[in-house]
């Protein structure tokens, strides 16, 4: 009896070492799937981003509705669909100081069955017409479209995160001759009205809007009137990557493609440089960008949807 005894406990001891060790090596499992998670901030690449803003001057001006944007397009959808992403375009005419125009924005999302994006990231990729000079637009927008794509890219690495954003490549943003409630921001303000029309709003709980973030000598400029929460994750993600320097608010409101979507409801926040001198003007060209400015821009981002937005 006492050597069944015995047994009994030898063999009790036994399973409770083996519960044990099976607990440790799910939470070892566990601590390193976690640590293994690509930190995509790290992987921001301000070259590869260099190289997106090359191929759309290259391109030459890119207003809406020419062949040069519609080239551009190709080029998005390409690279788009190489990372992963399924690209739906959103054609649509609208009345403008010139007449109708075709417009299109690109829709970008990450395959998923079970998964509605709720978060999106836009960035404009048209360029403001002039008659009388050569404006390629490197900072605006070609700057903010190459940092999409290069989100889309690092997004990719972690499907987690991709299937939650929806990717918005806004046409028409500039005016044909000023701001106004029917002049600009054509693609932003068709978007949302479409996303009220179909009632879907409230999917998204919140977007970043990039515009004009390539400059040599960087200087983020948040409107005043950022959602204050957003504004804090961003200031919060610039920190911790020691970059807060960049950041700052700008000294009065900025109408850019956020407007509308803060309008209907969506809390978006508008990174954008918008003291740059050659706003506008021919001298918007690649030399006055930096690699590391988009860099810093993306990395900044990119640590903002993994470690706050997306959570």
């Known amino acids: 009896m006492r050597g069944l005894r015995e047994s009994r406990v030898a063999r009790a001891v036994f399973l409770v070492a083996l519960g044990f060790l099976a607990a440790c090596n799910r939470a070892q499992t566990e601590s390193a799937s976690r640590d293994n998670q690509r930190?995509?901030?790290?992987?921001?690449?301000?070259?590869?981003?260099?190289?997106?803003?090359?191929?759309?001057?290259?391109?030459?001006?890119?207003?809406?509705?020419?062949?040069?944007?519609?080239?551009?397009?190709?080029?998005?959808?390409?690279?788009?669909?190489?990372?992963?992403?399924?690209?739906?375009?959103?054609?649509?005419?609208?009345?403008?100081?010139?007449?109708?125009?075709?417009?299109?924005?690109?829709?970008?999302?990450?395959?998923?069955?079970?998964?509605?994006?709720?978060?999106?990231?836009?960035?404009?990729?048209?360029?403001?017409?002039?008659?009388?000079?050569?404006?390629?637009?490197?900072?605006?927008?070609?700057?903010?479209?190459?940092?999409l794509l290069e989100l889309a890219r690092v997004l990719a690495e972690r499907p987690d995160l991709a299937r939650k954003t929806e990717l918005v490549f806004f046409d028409g943003e500039e005016a044909y001759q000023a701001f106004t409630e029917t002049d600009g921001l054509y693609g932003s303000r068709y978007f949302a009205k479409q996303l009220a029309a179909q009632n879907k709003t409230e999917q998204f709980r919140g977007g970043v809007l990039l515009d004009m973030v390539g400059d040599r000598s960087l200087n983020i400029t948040l409107p005043p009137d950022s959602p204050a929460e957003m504004a804090s994750g961003i200031f919060a993600a610039a920190d911790a990557l020691k970059l807060r320097k960049y950041f700052t608010y700008f000294d009065r409101d900025i109408m850019d493609d956020h407007t509308p979507l803060n309008e209907a409801g969506i809390p978006t926040i508008d990174l954008i440089d918008f003291d740059y001198a050659p706003w506008h003007t021919p001298n918007d060209t690649i030399d006055k960008l930096s690699p590391e400015s988009l860099r810093i821009v993306g990395a900044v981002t990119a640590y903002y949807l993994s470690e706050i937005a997306l959570k």
Not at 45 to 63: L, N, Y
Not at 77 to 94: A, H, I, M, P, Y
């Open 39 to 147: 930190k995509i901030w790290e992987d921001f690449s301000g070259e590869k981003t260099m190289a997106h803003v090359q191929t759309m001057v290259d391109f030459g001006p890119r207003p809406p509705a020419t062949e040069a944007i519609e080239k551009t397009r190709t080029y998005l959808t390409k690279q788009l669909e190489l990372f992963g992403w399924k690209v739906v375009r959103q054609t649509f005419s609208d009345d403008t100081p010139r007449g109708k125009v075709e417009f299109v924005n690109l829709i970008a999302t990450f395959a998923a069955k079970d998964t509605a994006p709720s978060f999106l990231i836009c960035s404009h990729y048209d360029t403001k017409t002039f008659d009388t000079a050569t404006f390629v637009g490197a900072n605006d927008a070609g700057s903010s479209t190459g940092v």
